[in-house]
């Protein structure tokens, strides 16, 4: 807007050498501006030399003197108030209640001292004198990077720019799958789908496995198909015990907390901007293609500016990752019930005396119907124990065991079923919130 009517400013100069009989009212017409503006800047460039550009630029609507100060006994008047409430006033006046307060003073007017006229004044004084606190400053401090290979991030990312089939999935159309070292950066591997659910995420994750080796443990969100459905988190889903079946510990995030999942969420973020939004894949081939080249760009050619990478590609800056160890031929299936041994569950018996553990129905006791029971996992009996008023009153057996080693072909489409299973419990109970 300035450089407009600095170049309105300069064609008034023009107009004024060459036609200097021309009205005021002749010149705004020609201009496009009021009169009042050109009798204005008629007046400046006739006070100027001809050649003074400086007077073709706007002056600072900017005060140029300070505000007046308040009386000193405003000041004092308005802390008063501050810190003892006038009229049996039950909370701390702020800045609009002093400001109507001060307007009828008695003690002002007796003074014949005017009050201020904007909460601003008010405002000031308070914060000067210490009236208001501040909010101390966040200190941000880096996370502690993990050895490299040991811990690993996963997430899914949405492919925007691929629009969902009219009568497929409207939400989620197509995603990638993401994973991530926590303590290199390397963007690990990615896979490509429409169908993401717990029982693909199974075997999207062993592929990821079989290609790059076992890590220590793994981040995921709270994502349903990873953590199972509503009201039976507290349990690990199908997708947790396949990873703890592996000896890889899950590292849940709090809900609501993508800050605590980083290191992925970047990678997303850098994914749409870089990538996504630049090629705008609109099917799965297409988006193949385009990862396929962005992931030799970001290892190889894209400077990472995050502190491990020390502002390099990921592969210069780790040249040689340590190798990990192979996917297992034979996986023990109950190798989970050791992450919750000793754990203990609330849950309420039913009308007909019993209970739900991991979709499974135990019978407690048609006597504790309506009551709250705690249940403890003794994993070495692989029994539950019931407890009610901390006294222990039944034992059962922990339904679903396999009780013996399992080949890993076998195993994966055995884990997959269950992991099917919670889909369709999902599936269930958000029909059921629809109805």
């Given at each position: 807007m300035e450089e407009q009517h600095y170049a309105a400013r300069a064609k008034l100069r023009e107009l004024q050498a060459q036609y200097p009989?021309?009205?005021?009212?002749?010149?705004?017409?020609?201009?496009?501006?009021?009169?009042?503006?050109?009798?204005?800047w008629r007046r400046r460039l006739r006070q100027a030399a001809p050649d003074d550009e400086s007077v073709l630029r706007g002056l600072s609507r900017r005060r140029k003197t300070p505000y007046p100060r308040p009386d000193p006994r405003i000041v004092q008047r308005v802390l008063e108030m501050r810190d003892h409430p006038p009229e049996n006033l039950c909370r701390i006046p702020g800045p609009k209640a002093l400001l109507h307060y001060?307007?009828?003073?008695?003690?002002?007017?007796?003074?014949?001292?005017?009050?201020?006229?904007?909460?601003?004044t008010i405002?000031?004084?308070?914060?000067?004198?210490?009236?208001?606190?501040?909010?101390?400053?966040?200190?941000?401090?880096?996370?502690?990077?993990?050895?490299?290979?040991?811990?690993?991030?996963?997430?899914?990312?949405?492919?925007?720019?691929?629009?969902?089939?009219?009568?497929?999935?409207?939400?989620?159309?197509?995603?990638v799958l993401n994973v991530v070292d926590e303590g290199t950066s390397f963007w690990l591997d990615y896979q490509i789908r429409?169908?993401?659910?717990?029982?693909?995420?199974?075997?999207a994750l062993a592929l990821s496995f079989q290609k790059l080796g076992i890590p220590e443990q793994l981040r995921l969100d709270r994502d349903p198909r990873l953590v199972g459905p509503a009201g039976m988190r507290d349990f690990p889903s199908a997708v947790q015990r396949f990873l703890l079946c592996l000896g890889i510990t899950p590292i849940l995030c709090p809900p609501h907390r993508p800050d605590k999942n980083p290191y992925v969420e970047r990678l997303h973020g850098t994914l749409e901007r870089e990538c996504i939004q630049v090629n705008l894949p609109k099917d799965i081939p297409q988006a193949a293609e385009v990862f396929e080249h962005f992931h030799y760009h970001y290892h190889h050619e894209r400077p990472h500016q995050g502190s491990a990478c020390d502002n390099q590609p990921p592969a210069t800056a780790f040249p040689n990752l340590p190798a990990l160890p192979a996917l297992p031929d034979w996986v023990d299936p109950d190798r989970w019930l050791w992450h919750i041994k000793g754990k203990r569950f609330v849950r309420k018996v039913r009308a007909n005396g019993s209970m739900t553990i991991d979709k499974t129905s135990y019978y407690v006791s048609k006597a504790l119907a309506g009551q709250y029971i705690v249940v403890w996992v003794d994993a070495a009996h692989r029994e539950l124990v019931v407890l009610h008023r901390h006294k222990e009153t039944k034992r059962m057996p922990i339904k679903g065991l396999h009780e013996s080693l399992?080949?890993?072909?076998?195993?994966?489409?055995?884990?997959?079923?269950?992991?099917?299973?919670?889909?369709?419990?999902?599936r269930y109970a958000k029909q059921r919130v629809l109805r």
């Open positions: 009989h021309w009205t005021h009212g002749r010149m705004a017409e020609e201009l496009g501006y009021s009169v009042g503006w050109v009798r204005k001060l307007s009828i003073d008695k003690e002002l007017k007796t003074l014949g001292l005017a009050p201020p006229r904007s909460t601003r405002w000031r004084i308070l914060d000067e004198h210490g009236r208001i606190t501040r909010p101390a400053p966040i200190e941000h401090e880096p996370l502690e990077r993990p050895e490299p290979m040991t811990s690993w991030a996963m997430d899914f990312k949405d492919i925007t720019s691929i629009p969902p089939e009219p009568d497929g999935k409207q939400q989620h159309a197509v995603e429409g169908d993401f659910a717990a029982e693909t995420t199974v075997y399992m080949s890993l072909e076998d195993y994966l489409p055995w884990i997959a079923e269950q992991a099917r299973s919670e889909q369709r419990r999902l």
